[in-house]
């Protein structure tokens, strides 16, 4: 790995600790100060790494720099008095002869972080922006194709909760049990999305990012192990990542193209991974709470425990998918059915269940519609319509690896898609 490489790998890993563990210690007022000192230290690493080389513990020679900017920017604006209490605090937390950084410093402050932007009085849509960008190191883009939104509403997502969390005035620490209850479905729901871009991509150039994945995974441990976390929508929510991670290095071929489930060679999955899946799944059994992420780790849980694509019970996927509707309407589910549908009975069943259905425009725009249109008119001799839905599926693919999967399964001869498991 290159050194600009690795400045770039921390810009994704460490931003977002930096970010949260120094907003944790200097207060949210001062975020915009704080992420500009982290920003400005990523680009003093990749300066003086290129020449003297890579320190031996780079997360902590990052934080030190870091710290230092933002009490560089409190002094030359006058606020230098003000923080003297805040320079203390870190002084004895980072002693100068300390060469390490502790992880669960940055795993607290980062858990807190998410919930301090999940604040109910910054809108849901800019909660999730804030995380993605800033918590998470996703950029615009690709917030902008897993929201189904544009990227001018990102941007005008971030600025509000950026401007929301700046005129917070309550410690991340003084969080009560009631408002960290009420925030945690949030919180799920951007690790989800974490998890989600790394299991399929958005990025150009790369199908699978496990390092997304094993973040993801790493942060719903912690949610799941703190008592503001623990739930069985959490619970849940880990064994879905976890049945899922079990699978991945099956999922791409020597060229690191995709294989759809039923390519999967088997022996390459992870069964400490599916049976650690299954232990928590079923823990999230516990209670009256029934979530989407319940449905959908059945949904995953069915797939590794069959032993062919063949013997997979597609009347237990279809029932989880109804579940999943029940729980968590959208179209999506009901498109994502279809398919199962296809497979247990046949095209024309799964077909008849789309009959009559009105997209919204964020699913009638995405190629996941016309692909699973394609499919199911061509397996049903429908050339005229699958050719239509090809073409648009092709056109509308977010990334050269789905583009090239879809060509090679949407043929004009009627072969199948199915999505990429």
Same mark, same amino acid.
């Given at each position: 790995?290159?050194?600009?490489?690795?400045?770039?790998?921390?810009?994704?890993?460490?931003?977002?600790?930096?970010?949260?563990?120094?907003?944790?210690?200097?207060?949210?007022?001062?975020?915009?100060?704080?992420?500009?000192?982290?920003?400005?230290?990523?680009?003093?690493?990749?300066?003086?790494?290129?020449?003297?080389?890579?320190?031996?513990?780079?997360?902590?020679?990052?934080?030190?720099?870091?710290?230092?900017?933002?009490?560089?920017?409190?002094?030359?604006?006058? !606020?230098?008095?003000?923080? /003297? +209490?805040? &320079?203390?605090?870190?002084? =004895?937390?980072?002693? #100068? *002869?300390?060469? $390490?950084?502790?992880?669960?410093?940055?795993?607290?402050?980062?858990?807190?972080?998410?919930?301090?932007?999940?604040?109910?009085?910054?809108?849901?849509?800019?909660?999730?922006?804030?995380?993605?960008?800033?918590?998470?190191?996703?950029?615009?883009?690709?917030?902008?194709?897993?929201?189904?939104?544009?990227?001018?509403?990102?941007?005008?997502?971030?600025? !509000?909760?950026?401007?929301? /969390? +700046?005129? &917070?005035?309550?410690?991340? =620490?003084?969080?009560? #049990? *009631?408002?960290? $209850?009420?925030?945690?479905?949030?919180?799920?729901?951007?690790?989800?999305?974490?998890?989600?871009?790394?299991?399929?991509?958005?990025?150009?150039?790369?199908?699978?990012?496990?390092?997304?994945?094993?973040?993801?995974?790493?942060?719903?441990?912690?949610?799941?192990?703190?008592?503001?976390?623990?739930?069985?929508?959490?619970?849940?929510?880990?064994?879905?990542?976890?049945?899922?991670?079990? +699978?991945?290095?099956?999922?791409?071929?020597?060229?690191?193209?995709?294989?759809?489930?039923?390519?999967?060679?088997?022996?390459?999955?992870?069964?400490?991974?599916?049976?650690?899946?299954?232990?928590?799944?079923?823990?999230?059994?516990?209670?009256?709470?029934?979530?989407?992420?319940?449905?959908?780790?059945?949904?995953?849980?069915?797939?590794?425990?069959?032993?062919?694509?063949?013997?997979?019970?597609?009347?237990?996927?279809?029932?989880?998918?109804?579940?999943?509707?029940?729980?968590?309407?959208?179209?999506?589910?009901?498109?994502?059915?279809?398919?199962?549908?296809?497979?247990?009975?046949?095209?024309?069943?799964?077909?008849?269940?789309?009959?009559?259905?009105?997209?919204?425009?964020?699913?009638?725009?995405?190629?996941?519609?016309?692909?699973?249109?394609?499919?199911?008119?061509?397996?049903?001799?429908?050339?005229?319509?699958?050719?239509?839905?090809?073409?648009?599926?092709?056109?509308?693919?977010?990334?050269?690896?789905?583009?090239?999967?879809?060509?090679?399964?949407?043929?004009?001869?009627?072969?199948?898609?199915?999505?990429?498991?």
């Amino acid at each position: 790995m290159t050194t600009t490489d690795l400045v770039a790998h921390f810009f994704r890993h460490e931003y977002g600790r930096l970010v949260a563990l120094l907003s944790c210690r200097m207060g949210l007022e001062h975020l915009e100060d704080v992420e500009d000192a982290v920003q400005s230290a990523l680009m003093s690493a990749l300066e003086h790494w290129t020449v003297s080389g890579v320190p031996d513990n780079p997360s902590a020679w990052l934080f030190r720099t870091a710290r230092n900017r933002v009490l560089d920017s409190f002094r030359q604006q006058g !606020r230098h008095e003000r923080h /003297l +209490r805040s &320079l203390a605090e870190i002084s =004895a937390h980072n002693k #100068a *002869d300390r060469q $390490t950084l502790l992880p669960e410093d940055a795993e607290e402050g980062l858990l807190r972080m998410l919930f301090a932007c999940c604040d109910e009085q910054i809108p849901a849509p800019s909660q999730l922006v804030f995380a993605l960008k800033t918590l998470c190191g996703f950029d615009v883009r690709e917030i902008a194709i897993r929201l189904f939104t544009t990227q001018d509403n990102v941007y005008k997502r971030l600025n !509000r909760a950026r401007s929301r /969390l +700046r005129q &917070l005035s309550q410690p991340l =620490a003084d969080l009560t #049990a *009631d408002e960290t $209850t009420a925030r945690r479905p949030a919180v799920t729901k951007i690790l989800y999305l974490l998890f989600t871009e790394g299991y399929l991509s958005s990025h150009t150039e790369f199908p699978l990012r496990r390092e997304l994945c094993d973040e993801a995974i790493r942060l719903t441990r912690l949610l799941a192990s703190h008592s503001a976390g623990q739930s069985p929508q959490t619970f849940a929510l880990l064994a879905l990542m976890l049945l899922h991670r079990a +699978r991945m290095s099956a999922r791409e071929d020597g060229s690191e193209g995709l294989l759809l489930l039923e390519e999967q060679d088997r022996t390459q999955w992870n069964r400490a991974d599916i049976e650690e899946g299954l232990a928590w799944l079923e823990r999230s059994a516990s209670g009256d709470t029934f979530s989407r992420y319940h449905a959908e780790a059945g949904i995953a849980a069915e797939h590794c425990i069959a032993a062919t694509f063949e013997q997979t019970r597609w009347d237990r996927v279809i029932e989880c998918y109804e579940l999943l509707e029940h729980s968590n309407a959208s179209p999506l589910h009901r498109l994502n059915r279809a398919v199962a549908v296809a497979e247990w009975q046949d095209p024309a069943h799964g077909l008849a269940l789309l009959e009559g259905m009105e997209p919204p425009a964020w699913l009638a725009g995405s190629y996941q519609w016309a692909a699973v249109l394609a499919d199911l008119h061509g397996r049903c001799g429908h050339n005229t319509e699958a050719r239509r839905y090809r073409e648009t599926a092709l056109r509308l693919a977010p990334s050269p690896h789905v583009r090239q999967l879809l060509q090679r399964r949407l043929q004009a001869d009627g072969t199948q898609h199915r999505e990429p498991e």
